[in-house]
């Protein structure tokens, strides 16, 4: 770390926080900045200008305080639209579509039901029936039991409380206390399996997509046939998916 810390420019140190203090506080004076920052006037006033006409902060001409430019709204939205979770998963769906053949599916929760947002088909035989934009049950897929096992205590009850757990095939969980037992055991693996509860002859593991926030952000997934996804020989791809799913969220800026 000391080795790091020589390469450190002091000036663009000291731009940075002047940038970061104005974020936090919005509008600051000359005075209120140089406090807050412990500088002299003459040192960040230097620096403002500079970001000022660099459109990175601006000034008010009315009190003459500063806040941020227009520049820090284009690049976030820039940083938005670059790191968006379908932007940043896409890599990952391949690298999984890849190496299994399979249909590796990116979906969120929205409204109480899975919502797909990005699919690669498969080469294998088996086809799925989701497409991009379309909706299944939370708690017959593995993307939703997954989302669900990782939302807020009050949410995830307040979902399970108000959901009706209709049958989607004769393995579908629609029983409430074992699908919340099922939801525990979830959030303590770290991945769902769907066994053949949204489409007989079809597993799928999952595994949770977390933000910056660390808030559950969707989840990714992969479904293949039974028969090449046996129950006692799911911890190799659970555990690459699993992967996909921290490469993702590290992408978005989720740290543990």
Do not use: W
């Not at 500088?39 to 500063?66: A, D, M, P, Q």
């Amino acid at each position: 770390m000391q080795d790091q810390d020589r390469y450190r420019i002091s000036s663009i140190e000291k731009a940075l926080d002047v940038i970061e203090a104005l974020a936090e506080h919005d509008n600051l004076s000359l005075i209120e900045l140089s406090s807050i920052l412990g500088k002299n006037k003459s040192s960040v006033y230097r620096i403002l200008l500079t970001l000022e006409g660099r459109g990175f902060v601006s000034r008010h001409h009315e009190n003459g305080k500063y806040c941020l430019g227009f520049k820090q709204l284009i690049i976030s939205k820039r940083l938005l639209e670059n790191n968006s979770l379908r932007v940043c998963a896409l890599p990952e769906m391949k690298r999984l579509s890849d190496k299994y053949g399979d249909t590796v599916n990116l979906g969120v929760l929205n409204e109480g039901a899975v919502l797909y947002i990005d699919i690669i088909e498969g080469t294998n035989s088996l086809r799925m029936n989701e497409s991009i934009g379309s909706t299944s049950p939370f708690h017959a897929t593995a993307i939703g039991k997954v989302i669900v096992s990782h939302l807020p205590r009050e949410e995830r009850d307040r979902l399970l409380q108000s959901t009706i757990f209709e049958p989607v095939t004769a393995a579908t969980i629609t029983d409430a206390a074992a699908l919340k037992e099922e939801i525990n055991l979830i959030r303590t693996r770290g991945y769902a399996i769907d066994n053949e509860e949204i489409v007989v002859g079809a597993r799928c593991i999952s595994a949770p997509i977390f933000n910056s926030s660390g808030k559950v952000e969707g989840a990714i997934s992969i479904s293949g046939a039974a028969h090449r996804y046996p129950l006692d020989g799911l911890e190799a791809i659970a555990k690459d998916v699993t992967q996909a799913a921290e490469v993702i969220s590290h992408k978005l800026g989720f740290y543990r």
